[in-house]
């Protein structure tokens, strides 16, 4: 068991992807300083959780987050008028959530954490998937007419990259993190793109494409 500080979000963070973050809240002031300060003797990480209801945690504490969470490294920092800061991050590992430190004094909430193993699956079953997966965001992709996307050529970051090139939203998005393997999460997005191919086609319209959006705290 470990211990990382924690941003809860509306939102679910994937490895692989960039978070930016638009900083202003005295208490994530403090962790990001904390994050700085602290760089020249550990990488500066905390976890990003996605809340279950509202917008904030308030008293109900780890109840109130998704039980599995996206570890994300400050990459860039740029200070702005007013306490207020610009930051971008890019998730690295995931975790499950335990519990809240209770020894924690920093006025932001610091989360018990274990480090999730990434298992693979079946090496035949993972690559074939992975080939559908890329097939099908592709076509997803030319039937908005946006521009053929960049794919991760690695298998297990291809799993979490379904979010890049099609909206879904915060469940579907939380289910893919907590999958247990990249074979089950391909197999899941899988699913999902061809739903959205499936709305795209029957609609004829589709949600605008997913850019990362500008956090605020």
Known sequence: MATLPLFPLGTVLM?????????FEPRYVALLRDLLAGQDERSPLFG???IREGYEVGDDGVRALHPVGCAALLTQAAALEGERFLVVSVGTDRFRLDGIDPAAT???VTGDVTWLDEPEGDDLRVT???ERVREQLLAFAALLGQDEPELP???RLLSYAVPQ????DLPDRQSLLEST???SRLRLGLALVRRECEFATALG?????PHPPMNLN
């Not at 692989?16 to 900083?23: R, S, V």
């Not at 090139?165 to 879904?168: D, G, I, K, R």
């Open 15 to 23: 490895p692989g992807a960039q978070l930016p973050l638009q900083i």
């Open 48 to 50: 990003v959780v996605a």
């Open 106 to 108: 920093t006025p932001y």
């Open 128 to 130: 074939a998937l992975a």
């Open 153 to 155: 050529e690695d298998n």
């Open 165 to 168: 090139v099609v909206s879904l």
């Open 181 to 183: 393997d990249t074979e």
């Open 205 to 209: 319209a589709v949600s605008p494409p």
